[in-house]
């Protein structure tokens, strides 16, 4: 129990275009979910919490009109990254936390390569 | 502002013997701390948690210290397997929300 998923796993995007990025929670209910970005050789940094039927809060220096959330169900949030840069490049992470408590469990990453 | 740290970015162990992972964190409100364990290219896994009530937990081969008088966190790992090379991160989150604060990460390299 408790997974997590993440669509796509990678992805490479020319300069300029848009991607989206999903989180799942499969078998539980998440109001509140998180988006972390991870440099190479770095820690994770939340960007962003996301919660079920309201905006999202965003980190301070995060910019909301680039990195659009949306968190329209109890298992879905999902990431989109508009205009995507080359140093938009990283590893995006999502985790969600269960309803039912206090742990909140990650999903497996996307990699994003912008070129 | 918050912050939560640890001294070795690195850490070389040998095959069975034990790892301790250490953890500072600043914020004196936090009342929950999680040690992760990440493998390259995969999302963080969840090792072993602790309650700023205790002291102490122990897992399977793992186990967390919490001093809070010191605002230390340490992770131990019990005759330290290949399987354990990975990159360990500590998070602690405040009591007032849900955010997670992650330290900067331990690499732990086991040499057969």
């Known amino acids: 129990g408790a997974v997590v998923s993440q669509h796509p796993s990678w992805v490479i995007c020319k300069s300029g275009t848009s991607v989206k990025i999903e989180c799942r929670s499969l078998?539980?209910?998440?109001?509140?979910m998180f988006w972390y970005r991870q440099f190479p050789k770095q820690s994770l940094m939340l960007m962003a919490t996301s919660n079920e039927g309201s905006k999202a809060t965003y980190e301070q220096g995060v910019e909301k009109d680039k990195f659009l959330i949306n968190h329209a169900s109890l298992t879905l949030s999902t990431l989109t990254v508009t205009s995507a840069h080359p140093e938009d490049s990283s590893f995006y992470i999502c985790?969600?936390?269960?309803?039912?408590?206090?742990?909140?469990?990650f999903g497996p990453g996307t990699r994003l390569t912008v070129t | 502002g918050e912050s939560v740290g640890l001294h070795l970015p690195t850490l070389s162990v040998q095959e069975g013997d034990n790892s301790i992972i250490n953890c500072a964190y600043s914020n004196s409100a936090s009342d929950y701390f999680i040690w992760y364990k990440q493998e390259s290219g995969k999302g963080p896994q969840f090792i072993i948690d602790i309650r700023s009530n205790m002291d102490k937990r122990q897992g399977q081969r793992v186990t967390v210290l919490l001093n809070k008088t010191v605002k230390h966190l340490s992770l131990q790992i019990a005759a330290t397997q290949p399987g354990d090379s990975a990159v360990y991160f500590c998070a602690e989150r405040g009591a007032a929300g849900n955010k997670l604060t992650f330290g900067g990460g331990t690499r732990v390299l086991v040499k057969p």
């Open positions: 078998d539980f209910q998440a109001t509140t």
């Open positions: 985790s969600a936390r269960d309803n039912r408590g206090y742990e909140q469990y």
